[in-house]
């Protein structure tokens, strides 16, 4: 727990219990689940290994205008594998990054979720100025303590999508540093389907003869609801698929602590999803997912990969994240990053997400900027499996 004294446009909390109720009321943002209370909460008891701060920006009249989630970590650079690996190498030779300890890090953002859900503005504030603000405010927290200041290695805020560069590009002028890594995948759900037979429909014939063979393969599969009564049993055999994932994965800011799901299940009820599946009585897979306003946001799946190829798992799994949406009549799915080439094979489109990043040390930023320049989302085949191109959004 870190103290740190409020400012004229700041007030800092250290836990979510301390935020007054009017707050969250004058800001209006718990429409979004992951600027609720229940939801940040969650996250914060799961997490005891990650520093929790919240930050709500002011006016002149102390009424809140913006509110931000501010998290500490240590960024193990072990866990950057695949195509970022000789990133890693050339940022440990240029002194980017330490070469023994891990990164300290500190994040403005939604570490386990990709998008804009880490910085809440109120409608019809001067964003630009909020911005501003939130950058020197991040400044006043870190310098306002001896210890985190010598601590804190770098700086990240993220993510932005290229919609709100012209206001988030006002980080350029603290220090901070404009990179991509993989898109956030999105699927929009169109209005004429009213069932999953419908979005088969709408695919050109080489696409839905794979859906269908991937239903083929899967038969064998079952599929089962997490409930509350049965989700201590479950917790251990999906936390040990999702490692399975996690180890895969090029990129990782941290380890999401599945004994969240309780919290979330208890809060959320049927809006937090949670399915297992089965091959005979082995749980090979399971996936999970937020209805956010009109979007499905898929989070985290875990999956056994030597059943994956034969029986199909992770493509069903899109399908079944598909036909979810479709019944709840939904708008979107927000698929997150990786896989992005399967992905784009059930109709998800690259949104192109931007992050910021700046290093304490002046000198190490500059070197910082070159190094960045070279980091550049993993290409992929862009797939355009429906008949008719509305679907596809701009990239």
Known sequence: MICCANTNTALFFSTIDEIPSQIWEKLGCTKNIYFHPNFLKSIENNHPEIIFTYMVLVDT??????FASIKIIDFKLNSIKNDFEFLKDIGRKLHVFPNKKPLKLLICGNTFVSGEHGVFIKKNEDKKAVIKELAESINHFVNSDKKLKKQIDAFLIKD?????????????????????????????????????????????????????????????IRIEEVSLKNIDDMLPKMTALYEKVALNAGFNLGNFNLKSYKDLKEKLGEDYILKTYWLDDKVVGFISGVINKTSLDAHFVGIDYQFNRPYAIYQRMLYD??????????????????????KSSVGAVPQDLTMYLRHKKSITNKILKLFLQRVQPTPFQQKFPFKNLEFIHEK
Do not use: C
């Open 321 to 342: 994240y598909i036909e979810i949406a479709i019944n709840k009549k939904l708008k979107n799915i927000n698929f997150g990053r990786t896989a992005s080439e399967i």
């Open 160 to 220: 932005f999508a290229k919609e709100s560069l012209f206001i988030t590009d006002e980080l350029k002028k603290y220090g901070y540093h404009p990179f991509s890594v993989e898109p956030n995948m999105m699927l929009q759900i169109a209005e004429n389907w009213q069932s999953f037979d419908d979005y088969l429909a709408a695919m050109k014939t080489k696409f839905r003869v794979k859906a269908k063979k991937a239903f083929k393969q899967s038969q064998a």
């Open 61 to 66: 009249k102390n009424e809140p205008k913006a």
